[in-house]
T-cell receptor
Framework: GENVEQHPSTLSVQEGDSAVIKCTYSDSASNYFPWYKQELGKRPQLIIDIRSNVGEKKDQRIAVTLNKTAKHFSLHITETQPEDSAVYFCAASRVSSYKLIFGSGTRLLVRP | KAGVTQTPRYLIKTRGQQVTLSCSPISGHRSVSWYQQTPGQGLQFLFEYFSETQRNKGNFPGRFSGRQFSNSRSEMNVSTLELGDSALYLC??????????????FGPGTRLTVT
């Protein structure tokens, strides 16, 4: 069935360093890949997304890359700040399926 | 624009009871999706509605049901509650269109505790 695997489950970095979170999806027909950030006790927030016709997308300090052949995509956060500390979820969707399949989440801790 | 709202924010129910949760989407959004979030299973898709029609359903028992009204507001119902139904129930709204639900924006969730 459809599955998204996300690694690592926890990630601790020093402020100013980069963080990379990786996801692998099983449904080769997936063509939409959003990333969500969820702070403790708050709702998931869409931070960036990418469609399958694009290999990379950037928005200030965050970027997402997609490798359709290998069926994996990654979130890159540069110059991390303490406020980046949160749980990050990747998701994949076959657009016409009308649903998101989420990864298990990565807890990112940015140490001051 | 106001964000997605969910009511109630917290609920405590007893096993065997039923519960109804409500979601009001962002103005202009016509698609509403529901997800269950638990520490063990993560975020799992329940169902998606667009123009009062369910377009997809996740792998949950028939005790979980939903509906959408003509103003795009949505409700989900869980009957015969079990302890394992304790979770944060999140709804997400998106513009919605034929062939795609659009970028999803989440509400704050309803924390359901079953005792």
């Amino acid at each position: 069935g459809e599955n998204v695997e996300q690694h690592p489950s926890t990630l601790s970095v020093q402020e100013g360093d980069s963080a990379v979170i990786k996801c692998t999806y099983s449904d080769s027909a997936s063509n939409y890949f959003p990333w969500y950030k969820q702070e403790l006790g708050k709702r998931p927030q869409l931070i960036i997304d990418i469609r399958s016709n694009v290999g990379e997308k950037k928005d200030q300090r965050i970027a997402v890359t997609l490798n359709k052949t290998a069926k994996h995509f990654s979130l890159h956060i540069t110059e991390t700040q303490p406020e980046d500390s949160a749980v990050y979820f990747c998701a994949a969707s076959r657009v016409s399926s009308y649903k998101l399949i989420f990864g298990s989440g990565t807890r990112l801790l940015v140490r001051p | 624009k106001a964000g997605v709202t969910q009511t109630p924010r917290y609920l405590i129910k007893t096993r065997g009871q039923q519960v109804t949760l409500s979601c009001s989407p962002i103005s202009g959004h016509r698609s509403v999706s529901w997800y269950q979030q638990t520490p063990g299973q993560g975020l799992q898709f329940l169902f998606e509605y667009f123009s009062e029609t369910q377009r997809n359903k996740g792998n949950f028992p028939g005790r979980f049901s939903g509906r959408q009204f003509s103003n795009s507001r949505s409700e989900m119902n869980v009957s015969t509650l079990e302890l394992g139904d304790s979770a944060l129930y999140l709804c997400a709204s998106s513009l919605g269109m034929e062939g795609w639900m659009g970028e999803q924006y989440f509400g704050p969730g309803t924390r359901l505790t079953v005792t």
